[in-house]
């Protein structure tokens, strides 16, 4: 089939391809509802990120398990017009999510990429304000999140935090840093944010 064939409205489809080179299609797949969705929807309005990334957002539909979201992830990852999947999930200490380790490594052999959060995401939004670095359960670190924005449940105001995103980047990666010459890993790296990896693809230029 000739590259150049007419699609409807008279633009050959190597002019397609060509435009859609310019910018990667990241498809975001997150656990919760309410704070993932938001804080991911606010990345996606930066100017940075809007002029280099096409980012759809999933949210999973019945609240599963991370094996579940990561074999959406699975699935979309087929579509040729997807360069990247990210599922964004939590530990959940002390109760753990079952199965997370065969999540993992699913989401490894796929090329599906995580930012886990431990014990859950309001530890990634605290770290956009404050260091923390106690071993806490989510109730406790959900607490705090929601006094520290002073928020009565879970939806959150992305530009209470984006601004101060470099911030919490330095912050969760040196608790990555200590968790790894101690050796500790999941499900015990509390606390913990795979988040910073997230915005470092998603901002990065093309």
């Known amino acids: 089939m000739s590259a150049t ?119 990634w939004l605290l770290l956009h304000h404050q260091d923390w670095s106690r071993f806490e359960n989510t109730d406790v670190v959900e607490r705090a999140s929601r006094a520290l924005e002073k928020r009565k449940g879970k939806s959150i105001d992305a530009a209470f935090y984006l601004p101060h995103r470099q911030e919490a980047v330095r912050r969760a990666v040196v608790l990555e840093q200590r968790h790894s010459r101690s050796g500790t890993t999941l499900p015990d790296d509390n606390p913990s944010s795979g988040m910073h990896k997230f915005l470092a693809a998603v901002e990065r230029p093309r």
């Open 5 to 123: 064939r007419q699609r409807r409205g008279g633009k050959p489809l190597k002019r397609v391809t060509a435009r859609r080179a310019e910018r990667r299609t990241i498809v975001v797949f997150c656990e919760g509802s309410k704070s993932e969705p938001a804080y991911v929807n606010g990345v996606r309005r930066l100017p940075g990120v809007t002029a280099n990334t096409a980012m759809t957002i999933v949210v999973d539909p019945i609240q599963g398990t991370p094996v579940t979201l990561v074999e959406a992830a699975i699935r979309k990852s087929q579509d040729d017009e997807v360069d990247e999947c990210w599922c964004l999930f939590d530990v959940e200490w002390p109760l753990n999510h079952p199965r997370l380790a065969e999540a993992v490594d699913l989401a490894t052999r796929n090329g599906i990429h995580l930012a886990i959060s431990n014990p859950c995401f309001e530890l």
